[in-house]
Structure formats: C-alpha cells, structure tokens
C-alpha cells in the first residue's frame, strides 16, 4: 500500500470516496482496509446506510419494471403531464428515417415512461450521494449545520403541489431531484426542526422541497432512516418549524 493510500484509512471520510467503496471500485487491498474503519465512523455509516436503502429500493423498482407490472396511474399521469409541456421535437431530416412505420402514441407514451422511470432511478443514486455529502460536509461534533446544504439547494425550483394521498416513493424521489430552497433551511432551522420533530440533529437528509400540502405552505423533507430494511421518512412541516415547534402537518413512513 502506498504512503497516499494509507492516508484514506482515517477520518473524515469524503463522500466520494465512501460511494466508490460502496459501488466496490476500489482496489481489493485499500477496500479490504476501508471497511472496519467506515464501520466506526458514525457519518460514515450513515452515507452508507442511505446508499444502502437507496440501492435497495432500486433494485426493487427495477424487478418490478423487469416483471411487467403496470405502472401506478399517478406516476403515468405525472409523466404524461412532463411529456406534454416538453418542446417539440424537431423532424429528422436524415433521409434514413423517412421509411420507418409510425410508432402509435400509447406506443411512445410507454416507451417514453419506461426511458424517464430509468433516467429517474439512474439520478437518484447521484442526488443520494450529492445530498448526503452536503449533510457530512457541514456536520460538526453537535450534529448538522444548515448553511452549506441551504447553499446548495436551487432558488429557481418549483413548489409542489399534493395531497395527502400524494406521499409515496415516487414522491420521495421528486423531492430529492427538485432539492428546492425553503423557508426551513433558508432560516437555519433545519437541525431545530428534526430535533422538534422526532429525529436525531445529524440524520441524513436525502432532500427537501418547498410545497404546498392540502392547500397549506410548507416544506417536504426526505429523511434517511437508520438501516436499508428501514427505507425513508416523508416528513411535511410547516415553514415556521424550529426549536421547540415541530409544526408537523404529515409522517410518511416508505418501506
């Protein structure tokens, strides 16, 4: 082993490094060094339990995929409903093409859900490690800051509108890709929050979103629980949420 790779055995972990040791890219000595180490790093071990419930929930929805069940009718409505506002696209004027049979819309529609539903599941592992390495990169000793994941997090995302009837898994992954700025972590609040509401300081938050719930302001949060088998919590709070207010308005617990 090298003088470089002996450097990677201590703490702090980055989160590039501990996705690669979860994907098993890394060269069999450094990993075969890695793993007790991460093992009892507490910010290690929760990136690696998110990546873990992730990649669990994926390799789910791609055996469901594979088997040929339907897709939910809410998932195929939203799609449908991303597909009609696209731009056109422009006609090919490769004269290669001019041949090929018409592919029927519901034809298309279904092709295109299934190429979304993958892109969809492929940039979920990416927003997962992005969003964990925001949480480790601004965690200190008392658990996490707000500053660098409020930074990071888009001004320009849109708020999403539901119902209560609207949180399942599929919502969780729109939450984590959307990554909006709002009123809890723009305040600082996010740790107070968590705290307010149940959660350990320093759980790791896989995304929030601005939203409106049933007619009501407030803010969505996708929350890592504590092992793979134990998935995500949808948590929707109200703007004001903070020490001592939890301003809870729903708990989703997703398996």
């Known amino acids: 082993m090298t003088s470089s790779d002996a450097g990677l055995l201590e703490p702090p972990y980055s989160p590039d490094l501990l996705a690669d040791l979860h994907a098993g890219v890394l060269p069999d000595a450094v990993s075969a060094q890695l793993w007790p180490r991460v093992r009892q790093d507490p910010d290690a071990a929760r990136i690696l339990d998110a990546l873990d419930a992730v990649t669990g929930r994926l390799a789910t929805a791609g055996r469901e995929l594979a088997s040929g069940e339907p897709m939910p009718p809410e998932v195929a409505e939203r799609i449908d409903r991303a597909l009609s506002a696209a ?129 009501k302001p407030g803010v969505m949060l996708v929350i890592a629980t504590a092992s793979a088998a134990d998935g995500m919590v949808l948590l929707a709070v109200g703007p004001d949420c903070g020490a001592n207010n939890p301003a809870t308005l729903v708990r989703r617990d997703i398996e």
Do not use: H, W
């Open 87 to 215: 731009p056109p696209v422009q006609a090919p004027t490769d004269s290669s093409t001019q041949n090929r049979a018409p592919v029927p819309l519901a034809s298309r529609r279904r092709m295109s859900r299934t190429v979304l539903a993958a892109g969809i599941a492929a940039s979920v592992v990416l927003v997962t490690v992005v969003a964990a390495a925001v949480v480790v990169a601004t965690s200190d000793k008392s658990g996490v800051t707000d500053g660098g994941y409020a930074d990071d997090l888009r001004a320009d995302a849109p708020t999403l509108v539901l119902s209560s009837d609207d949180l399942d898994s599929s919502l969780a992954f729109d939450v984590m890709a959307t990554r909006g700025r709002n009123e809890v972590t723009d305040a600082g609040n996010l740790r107070e929050c968590l705290i307010a509401n149940g959660f350990r300081s320093n759980s790791t938050v896989l995304g929030s979103a601005p939203v409106e719930l049933d007619g």
